[in-house]
Every structure is written in C-alpha cells, then in structure tokens.
C-alpha cells in the first residue's frame, strides 16, 4: 500500500463511527490515555510500557470463569495442594534515586493506577506476585521522565502556549465528556494544564537537541523507493459518500424495520435530486458527517467493511446506492470517483516518502538521546527485581493411566491437522 494512505487512516473513518465524536486525541500508542490527562510524572514511552505490563494481569474479575477441564483418570484419588498464600511485596523508599532526587513508591502507585483507570483496570486487577514486575517496567521511564524533566526545567512556556494544546485536545469533544474523563483520571483542570506545561517543556528540549538531525536526502529518498516497490503500489481505490442510519446491536426486529424504512426514505429523497451531502450533514448518523457531509474519501477494498466493500466496488461513478445493511446499520452509498491499480511515480511520492522517511529519523535520534542522557545519569535503583515466574510442574505418574503415553510424546506423533481452506 502507498504509504501516503495508510490502512488505519481511511479505516477509522467505518469502524467506529457511533464513537469517533467522543475520542480524544491519540498520545503514545493509537487509542491509549492522551497525555494531557496522565500523571506529571508520566511521559509518552511510559504509556507504551504499561500497556505491556496489562498482560501481566492473570485473572479479570470481570470475566468469566473457564470451564474445568475434565478430571483425568488416576490410580488413586489426590487432592493437589493448596497454593500458598501470596504475601503484599515490601517495597521500601526510596526505590530509586536520581541525580540526588528521590522516586517513591507512591509515585509508582500514582502512575499504574492513572494509566490503568483510562483502560478500565486498576492495580487491584494484578497479582501480587507479578505487581513488582509491573513495577520495574515502571520505573524507567518514570527515571527518564524526571531527567529530561531537570534539563528542560529553565525553558519557559506561556499560558497561552498551555491553553492553546488544552483546546487542541479537546477541540472534538464535548465538554461534558473532557470533565467525565478529566474526573475518571482522578486530575484536576489545574493539574492537567501543568503536566501540559511540562509535556511541553519537555518536547521543546528535545526538539532542541535534535534539530537538524532528521534531514532526509535526496539520495535516501530514491534507495527507500527502489528497495520497496511493494510500498509503491496502489491498488484499486473507490471514492464515496455515504448516509449511515446506525442499528444497534441489540435492535428489536420492529426496530431493525424503522431503521430501514428511515433509510429507504432517504435513499427516495436522493433520487428525486435532493443533495446527498446536505442530506448526510443534516440526517447521517456517522458524527463525522456533520464536518465532511458524508465524504469518506478513497478507499482501498480491504478498508471498508465487507458489505460498504462490495456494493461500493460493484457500483459505477455516479451511482447511488439503495439502503446497504452492514454491522453498524444501513448506509446509503454515493460514489464520486474511481482511480485504478497504479504504481506511484517517485516524484508523486515525494513528499509523503520525505515526511515517513523524517519521522523515522526523528525517532531514531530522540532514543538515542534518551539513552545517552540516561547512561550518563547518576541514577540508584533500590528496587528489587522481579522473581522469574515458577515453571509449571510436571504431571504426577499416578495420574497416568497405565496405557497411556506421555502428552508430549503422543504431541510429537500425531501431525497437526491441516488448516482447512476458506
């Protein structure tokens, strides 16, 4: 796919469109916490870090249990052991020092625990036995964060340089919903705006030592191009409107009726020459219509849900669509343009190329930085590190039947079933 339209990018646009008015904007990972409701300690690596420390997390109370597996047969009835309890880990401060300032425990509480209330978990959810895990995954960055934090101390950001990110933020969303979130963070307007003023110091020294560093040539532009014309590909892409009449999930079947019957008199008010766009701004019920009057721009036939896909694909220039049934309801498809497979010139590619090719310089360069500031730090961790996690006991003998072979042996003799075909 070329790279100037990625997947992600025009996919978004179907696969929540009765949510999309209500997020907020993007901060480390795509659809993780934004940074302006996250701890002052929290920087945007440690976002990344802690959405790695949820797969520590062995037991959900909000799901179900798993079935049992069936008993097996043995010689003799045993009841296994009970497990030993798990004792609360002692951590004592300071658990780490750096550059003569301390890092306490509570901080590393405060930062799991505001990270994990914007996913819907909470440190409550993790183990014991695994929480220091949890921990030490934590820790550097909250490390790195207070020493990119000192250097960058003296660089001054106005108030309006502060309200100005606030209000970009939250420019699509409801004010009602920014308190809700602002409240489910556990921050305050005020303290949200200064981890701002912080974020953005912290951004402008970095900036600082970077400058110049990502420059693309010419030269690298045209090696990238030629050692990936898969990259350079386009494939057919179709360019519609649509008006989307939503169907909830639970929709009644006399409900599902109303639904169709709306968009059946909508589709009839198109053909008699009503215009579609002031149509889809007034009636769609994908938000983003209001801005784009039901404009979903080109899309490639894999971005689009199966059932938009193929009556977009089967249709000609022009044409108008009646009500389509998909998983979010019934839209009415308008297609405005046609481009066929092509390769892009280099010269078209350009500019997205130099852009894709700068970013990655850029990252390169700010973890090279990072690295070199904390190598050269003056840091103690007092921290213990994490237990490696028990191996899983072998079977007892006992709970063999006599003709049985081990697992593993019988595993290795018998060939995985093939894959069966679509």
Not at 132 to 160: C, F, H, N, P, Q
């Amino acid at each position: 796919m070329w790279l100037s339209e990625p997947l992600a990018t025009k996919a978004n646009r179907m696969e929540q469109p009765s949510t999309r008015k209500y997020h907020f904007p993007n901060a480390a990972l795509r659809g993780t916490v934004p940074a302006f409701l996250m701890k002052s300690t929290l920087t945007l690596s440690l976002v990344a870090s802690l959405l790695a420390s949820q797969a520590l997390i062995a037991a959900d109370p909000k799901k179900p249990a798993a079935k049992p597996a069936p008993e097996a047969k043995t010689k003799e009835a045993a009841t296994p052991p009970a497990a030993p309890a798990v004792k609360p880990i002692e951590i004592k401060d300071p658990v780490a020092v750096v550059e003569g300032v301390d890092i306490k425990k509570s901080e590393l509480d405060e930062a799991l625990a505001a990270v994990l209330a914007q996913r819907g978990g909470s440190p409550g959810d993790i183990p014991e036995d695994q929480k220091l895990g949890a921990y030490r995954m934590l820790l550097d960055d909250v490390i790195i964060d207070k020493l990119i934090a000192k250097r960058s101390a003296d660089i001054k950001i106005t108030d309006a340089e502060v309200d100005e990110t606030f209000k970009k933020f939250t420019k699509d969303t409801p004010e009602e919903e920014v308190k809700k979130q602002i409240e489910k963070s556990g921050q305050t307007l005020e303290k949200i705006k200064e981890s701002i003023r912080t974020n953005l110091r912290q951004q402008r020294w970095v900036e600082e030592q970077i400058k110049g560093k990502d420059a693309v040539t010419d030269a690298e532009i045209e090696e990238f191009y030629k050692k990936n014309p898969d990259q350079f590909k386009a494939p057919e892409r179709v360019r519609a409107s649509h008006i989307l009449i939503g169907v909830k999930k639970d929709a009644t079947p006399e409900q599902v009726t109303e639904k169709e019957k709306s968009a059946k008199a909508i589709y009839e008010r198109v053909k008699k020459g009503e215009d579609f766009a002031k149509l889809a701004t007034e009636l769609s019920e994908d938000p983003s219509a209001k801005q784009s009057g039901g404009d979903l721009d080109f899309f490639a036939k894999e971005q689009m849900v199966p059932e938009f896909s193929a009556a977009a694909f089967a249709m000609k220039k022009g044409d108008i669509s009646e009500p389509v049934r998909s998983e979010f309801g019934y839209h009415i498809i308008k297609v405005t343009d046609r481009k066929e497979p092509e390769v892009v010139a280099l010269e078209k590619a350009k500019p997205q190329l130099t852009a894709y090719l700068g970013q990655q310089k850029k990252q390169a360069e700010v973890e090279k930085l990072v690295r070199g500031v904390r190598e050269k730090a003056d840091v103690k961790i007092n921290l213990p590190e994490a237990p490696a996690a028990p191996a899983a006991p072998a079977p007892a003998v006992s709970a063999l039947p006599d003709d049985a072979a081990a697992p593993e042996a019988d595993a290795a003799a018998k060939p995985a079933p093939a894959p069966k075909k679509k």
